[in-house]
């Protein structure tokens, strides 16, 4: 995956750390599953990453997460929504059910933020004048497009 790869230095921080690209290969239902030339399996393609346990961003106010946190975590939520358009991405599926916070010792505040689900994300084409990214991506405020 694409996004994975761009971002690779936030794999484990920010987003998730991805394990391996997988495909599996089913057959239909309707076929005989003993069919050796594989051309009527069906192949589906997916991604294998770490798994996070929390609570999402959606979910703050009601998950036990003592209030003088909560400004650091939103802080942080919005950044890494600016890591992506520090590298030309733009996720049109932003929003907070998609940002999971995770105790974790070693990070701010003792909660770790996670972004996940990149399946709408999309890298700037190279014909988009900056005018037009700037729109696209919320730049001209410099804030990042937020569905909340």
């Not at 005989?32 to 609570?55: F, K, P, R, W, Y």
């Not at 105790?103 to 999309?122: P, V």
Request: charged content about 20%.
């Amino acid at each position: 995956m694409p996004v994975y790869s761009k971002l690779r230095s936030y794999q484990g921080t920010s987003i998730p750390k991805l394990i391996a690209k997988v495909t599996v290969d089913i057959a239909p239902s309707h076929t005989s599953q003993s069919s050796s030339d594989g051309a009527n399996l069906l192949h589906v393609s997916g991604i294998l990453m770490e798994s996070i346990s929390g609570t999402t961003l959606s979910e703050l106010g009601s998950s036990g997460i003592p209030r003088p946190c909560w400004q650091s975590i939103v802080d942080r939520a919005v950044g890494s929504i600016h890591i992506l358009s520090d590298h030309n991405m733009l996720n049109d599926d932003v929003r907070p059910s998609n940002v999971v916070i995770a105790q974790d010792a070693e990070a701010k505040d003792g909660y770790r933020i996670a972004m996940i689900d990149f399946a709408q994300c999309r890298f700037r084409d190279g014909e988009e004048s900056d005018f037009d990214w700037a729109g696209l991506s919320g730049l001209k405020t410099k804030k990042a497009p937020l569905a909340w």
